[in-house]
C-alpha cells in the first residue's frame, strides 16, 4: 500500500528510459508528435497526438507531418523569441476559445522560456521552476514547512507541496523567481530571504502528466526544477499569501516521510523533499534500497536545449 | 587555458553518451568488448580490445567472442560469488606473472564487489568508492583541507585529492568505508568521524582512463562514489596517515578554484568538489553557464547492474 521512495521518483520521472527497454521507449513515443522550429535541428518536447488532431494550426505557421509524427513552427530561422512566441500565444489562445482542451480551461497566460541548442533564447513556453524547503532546527531534529494546496486549484488540489514553488517568468533567474514566489505565497520577507536561502542544484525529470494533475492524460512535461534551502527561525511562520495555499504545518521527519508513502505529496514535490533527504544524510545507501536508481533519476540528462542563466 | 567546471567533470564523465552523437557512441564502443558472466543478460563493463588480445584467459573458465565483442566468465549460473570471484583472482594473478599490463604492475590484490541486475553480489571488481570533503568554517567563509597525493603514488602523482577518500571493499557499508579511509589516511578520530560526518548523496560517471592514470590508455571505469561533508573544529587537523598524502593544505574556496581550473585535482576528486560547491550554493545557476549539464553528468545513470547496500 505504501509508496517507495522509487516508486514516488519514477512517478515523477516517468517517460521512459531509452536504454532500459528499447520497444517500450519507442512504444511510448509514438504516442507524440515532435515539437519544432524551423532553423532548428532538436526536439523541443513531445505533444500528445490527441493533443495535435485537435489543435487548431493556423497553416500560415505551422506544419504537421504525420508520418514524421512532429509539429514545426515554421517562422523564419531568424525570427526575434518574442515574434515566435506572439505566434505561439495566438495558437494558444485560438485554442483556449475552441474550449477542445481540459487543460487550457483556467490557463493563466504565464510565459516561461524555451531555449536552443546553444543556450539561446527560442520563446516562451513552460519548463523551468524553483521549488525551496523551509525547515527548522532544534534539539529533537528537522522539521519542515509544508502547505496544503488549496482545494480550488485546478491541477493537483488539496494535495501536499514544497513550502513555496513556481515556474520561473521569462527572463528571471532562478533565485529572483524564488525569492518573488517566497514573498507571493508563503508571506516571506524579501530582505530576510535574500539573506538566508541557499542554492542547492537541482532536480531535472521528465514527466508524464497523469489524472491528477488535471487536463489530458499523458502529456509529456520535461522539467527542471532549481532546488533550495531556507533555514528559519522558528518564530518566523510562514503565512499564506495568496490563495494558492490551503495552510501550512509543521511537520517532523517522520510524518513527512509518512505522507510520502501515502502519496500525499504532488509528485515533483515528493522529488525535491526526497533530494533535500539525501543532501541532509537522511536518506542514505544504507536505509534507502533503491539509493543508487532515485540520485541518477532526480538528475536526469534531458534530451532537449536547455537554459543558461 | 584554465579550465572550465563542465570541461573537469567531462574528463572525468568522459564514456560518450549515446543521445549526443550515436556514430560517437558506436564507434567508441567499438574498442571494448564487453563483459558477462555466464547466466545474466546484463554487459557487467567494458574491456579493452587491446588488453583482451594480451590477457591470458584460461579456456576452462573463459569464452571471448570477437565477432560479438564478448568476454564471458563461464562459470555457472548458480556459482557462489566466492568462486566466481576466486576464478576472475587466479586470471588477474595469471596476468600480474606476465606482467604485459601496466596497470597490473603493483596490483595491490583488493577485492570490490561486482553486482547483478537484481542487486545480487556476483563477484568482486572495482566500482564503488567513498568520498569526504573536510572543511572548516569562520567568519571569512569555508576552508577546504585539500590533500596532496604521494609523487610516489601509481596512479595521478602529486595531484590534489579530497580530504578522504578509499574504494569501498566486498561487504563493507559505504558510511564504514569513509570512517575507515578516515582515520588511515587523514588520523581523524572514529569516534569524532562518526558524530560529525553527513552522507550527502553520491556522484556516479564513467570515466575513460587518460595518461595521467597511469597504466593503459582508454580503461573503461564505470564509477560510483558517495559522497560525505565532515565540518572540522579547527583546533582538528587532519594528518597523512598512511604513505598515500604527502601532505594536508587548508585552502580558501578561491584557492580551490584556482586549482581545479589549473587541472591539479584528480579527475574525479575534481568532480566532487564541484558537487559539494552546488550542494552549499557556491555553484549556482547564475554563476555557472553549464550548471544544468554538469548537474546531471555528476549523476550519470549507469548502463550496469547497480548495488542496493
Known amino acids: 500500500m505504501n509508496k517507495s521512495n522509487l516508486e514516488l521518483v519514477r512517478e515523477c520521472d516517468s517517460f521512459p528510459y531509452y ?114 524547503t523551509c525547515y527548522v532546527e532544534d534539539a529533537t531534529g528537522l522539521k519542515f514547512w509544508i502547505p496544503r494546496r488549496s482545494k480550488n486549484k485546478q491541477t493537483y488540489p488539496s494535495m501536499l507541496d514544497n513550502t513555496v514553488a513556481g515556474g520561473m517568468c521569462t527572463n528571471e533567474k532562478p533565485f529572483e523567481c524564488i525569492v518573488r514566489e517566497g514573498v507571493e505565497e508563503a508571506s516571506l520577507p524579501e530582505s530576510i530571504s535574500r539573506a538566508t536561502i541557499v542554492a542547492r542544484g537541482c532536480v531535472t525529470y521528465s514527466h508524464i502528466r497523469d489524472a491528477r494533475a488535471g487536463g489530458e492524460i499523458g502529456l509529456s512535461q520535461p522539467e527542471v526544477e532549481y532546488v533550495y534551502d531556507m533555514k528559519l527561525d522558528p518564530s518566523l511562520i510562514p503565512l499564506p499569501g495568496d490563495n494558492e495555499v490551503e495552510e501550512f504545518n509543521l511537520l517532523t521527519v517522520e510524518e513527512v516521510r509518512e505522507a510520502l508513502a501515502r502519496g500525499e505529496f504532488k509528485p515533483n514535490c515528493a522529488v525535491v523533499i526526497i533530494d533535500f533527504f539525501i543532501r541532509h544524510g537522511l536518506l542514505t545507501a544504507e536505509n534507502e534500497p533503491d539509493f543508487l536508481d532515485i540520485l541518477s533519476r532526480l538528475h536526469r540528462r534531458l534530451p532537449y536545449p536547455l537554459a543558461s542563466h
Chains 1, 2 share one sequence.
Open 19 to 132: 536504454e532500459d527497454n528499447r520497444a517500450v521507449y519507442t512504444e511510448n513515443l509514438k504516442k507524440y508528435h515532435a515539437f519544432r522550429v524551423n532553423g532548428y535541428d532538436d526536439t523541443l518536447g513531445y505533444i500528445l497526438n490527441s493533443v495535435v488532431e485537435k489543435w487548431p494550426w493556423p497553416k500560415e505557421h505551422w506544419v504537421i507531418d504525420s508520418a514524421a509524427q512532429t509539429v514545426t513552427l515554421t517562422t523564419p530561422a531568424d525570427a526575434t523569441p518574442e515574434y515566435r512566441s506572439q505566434v505561439v500565444a495566438e495558437s494558444i489562445a485560438a485554442a483556449v476559445k475552441v474550449d477542445a482542451f481540459e487543460v487550457l480551461r483556467g490557463w493563466r497566460n504565464e510565459k516561461y522560456p524555451v531555449y536552443g541548442p546553444g543556450g539561446e533564447f527560442l520563446l516562451d513556453m513552460e519548463r523551468y521552476g524553483a521549488h525551496m
